[in-house]
């Protein structure tokens, strides 16, 4: 046991030294952006820069909420304190390991480990969590691309990130509405898919990286994670549903407030159709976080839109400055806390017992991950 604890011990500092690799590489790599980004925000009217600092914090304790609300939904453990700087490694790893936002999934999984919390039912709340950033950014994303539409500025490349989110939405909630019409269902595709690895593995005569037992401890906590959203009441299930657009309503004001930091009022179209294909291309972009792709797109659709090239190229770097800068670089700082977050021993485990009965995915958690 004291092995297995040194050795996870050591991967763990091994993956946080990569990460903190990767983040010395996006600070270095664009360090010419920073210091441009500090000279832009020093140009703008002070007091409104600060107002869109403090409706970030107002937006990143909202998520914090919209996570403590999902886990209230599927009974597990709440505490914004734990939550906050959860959903800040969340970003940072989105960025370091991007994937659409999936990757972000693997810390709060991680962090249900150490604190033998059910993995099923993280995996669920990650889940919903996704399904309802897509679902709400896609009531805006439909007026923002309409409004590039009737100005004549809709590419191609915007409608397939568009596709690629909606087809994303689309088997995620194909697949939560499945394990809620037929939970059975779910439980025969793991066991098939346990005795597949098994099989296989076999042929090279190794263990699978998950095992049976953790197939079935995986399927019985998404059950019962599904069963305690099936019996919730209605008020329950709309409050994610109203912090989730409460987080894109708090964005598109940042993305208001930074350009009146310019002295550019936007009307509502351009406001929309900006930051729809700001977030468009931070999910779905070829670089990681949409660095460099989501600022050339944001000024060539600002210009088109009307905004005169040097105001859409400061509002650009403002926005992305504080949007983006400043949650990776608040998320590697967490990253810290996360890392150093002690486990919780499962005194009713078995002595000879490799890992805590509701772990769920524990090899198989870097699975999850890639």
Known sequence: MERRRKLRFSWQTIL?????GAFAYFIYSYRD???????????GIWYLVLATVLVLAVAIFNQ?????????????????RELLPLYLVRRFVTVAAPSGGFSGWVPFIQFARRRDIAVGAVFVANLVYTILWYSTFFVF??????????????????????????????IMVIGLVLAWVNPTLLGRVLAWLST?????FGWFRRDPPIRRRQFETFASDLDSAVELMRNAGTRRLLEPVAHALLNEALHLFMFYLVALAFGVRM??????????????FFV???????????EGTLIVVLTALGVRPHNATVITLAYRGITFWLPFILGFVALRWFSQYPEIANDDAP??????????????????GQ
């Open 64 to 80: 914090a909420t919209l996570y403590a609300s999902i886990y209230s939904l599927l009974e597990l453990p709440s505490s914004r």
């Open 141 to 170: 994303l439909f007026f923002g691309l309409l409004t590039l539409f009737l100005a004549h500025d809709l590419e191609w490349f915007e409608i397939s990130a568009a596709l690629v989110m909606l087809v994303a939405d689309t």
């Open 351 to 368: 002595a000879d017992a490799t890992q805590p009965p509701s772990a769920g995915l524990d090899d198989g958690e870097q699975i999850l």
């Open 196 to 200: 597949t690895l098994e099989r296989v």
């Open 267 to 280: 009307n509502f179209g351009v406001l929309v159709a900006a930051y729809s294909v700001s977030v468009l």
């Open 284 to 294: 779905v972009s070829p670089t990681p976080g949409g660095l460099g792709f989501v």
């Open 16 to 20: 946080y030294v990569l990460l903190a």
């Open 33 to 43: 952006q920073l210091v441009e980004i500090v000279q832009v925000l020093r140009d």
